[in-house]
């Protein structure tokens, strides 16, 4: 499945491909390497 992330600092809005077990784990920005937080909407 694929997730959607957003990075705390500069705001990149990116999609993660994992497998639901893992749907809450960290990701961290492609761009800068910064933390990012998921956005899931139900």
């Given at each position: ?28 920005c ?12 139900h």
């Amino acid at each position: 499945m694929r997730y959607p992330f957003r990075c705390a600092a500069c705001g990149l809005e990116f999609e993660v491909s994992r497998p639901a077990r893992d749907s809450a784990a960290e990701a961290s920005c492609p761009t800068d390497g910064a933390a990012a937080t998921g956005h899931h909407s139900h």
